[in-house]
């Protein structure tokens, strides 16, 4: 993949890339995720992980539809790519020293793939000794249960293997801000 030049808009660098869900299907599906965490929590209360910088607009549209009783805390996982954008491996770096001992933690990320971070978030969750971590994953790619051998507790969509950007995805940390999300194809400058 080539990087479009810079200043270029983001509709002309998107222009090869397929629209796979507009926005407009993301925040109908969110709204039925939100039902299903709701009941499963009902009576409760949680703390809600997000790791950023990935899961910022999926974080904020789901905890907006939820209703159950509610803390929000964040992580950063370090993530080291090889060439064709796979996480080799993922290191998570917590904010503040919050406190998760005998509570309910959903975790919210925007795709699982390889499993790394998710892997290192909950290496670094179960360290403090919760009562549950439940995961609500937008994006799962085709082979990625298998390959991370874990199912996420509430998905979004489950996609084919290909790299996607938009509503909170990068390619070099651009297009996070595209309220859709895209099969991402390089477009070639002229
Ligand atoms: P994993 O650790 O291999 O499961 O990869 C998950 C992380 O890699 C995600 O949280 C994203 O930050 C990034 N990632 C994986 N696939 C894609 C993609 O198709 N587009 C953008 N980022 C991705
Ligand atoms: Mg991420």
Known sequence: MKESPVGQDQ????LHSELLISGEAIQRRIAEMAVHIDRAYR????????????????L?????????????????VATYKNSTHAVVSARPEVFSDFDVTGQDVLVVDDILDHGQTARAVRDCLEARQPRSIRWA??????????RAGFRP???GFEIH???????????????RNVPDIYAFEESQPD
């Open 137 to 146: 994953i937008l994006l799962v790619k085709d082979g990625a249960i298998e």
């Open 60 to 76: 904020s549209d789901l905890t907006r539809c939820l209703s159950v009783d509610q803390r929000l805390e964040f992580v950063r």
């Open 11 to 14: 509709a002309t660098c998107l």
């Open 161 to 175: 293997d290909t790299f996607v950007v938009g509503y909170g995805l990068d390619y070099c940390e651009r297009y």
């Open 43 to 58: 009576g409760r209360r949680i703390v809600v992980v997000g790791v950023l910088k990935g899961a910022v607009h999926f």
């Open 153 to 155: 507790d509430f998905i």
